[in-house]
């Protein structure tokens, strides 16, 4: 599992999927954007599976992202 946090959202689910990973959610921790719609304006603030770890490729990954700067 990569380190995907920092990054676009979409970039960071584009990159999960091209490692296989199929089932990735999004979340969102701001308090007035509650529904990330479309993850390209959004940065993933913290992912649920650390970093580094191995996991089947079925894994749920949810990415926790941020509109706030």
Excluded: H
């Excluded at 913290?46 to 749920?60: C, E, F, H, R, Y």
């Amino acid at each position: 599992m990569p380190n995907v946090v920092g990054q676009n959202a979409a970039v960071a689910a584009d990159q999960l999927r091209k490692l296989g990973f199929t089932d990735i959610q999004y979340g969102s921790q701001d308090e007035t954007d509650t529904v990330v719609l479309l993850a390209s304006n959004w940065t993933v603030a913290k992912q649920s599976t650390k970093a580094g770890s191995k996991v089947p490729i079925d894994t749920l990954i949810v990415l926790t992202c941020t509109k706030e700067r």
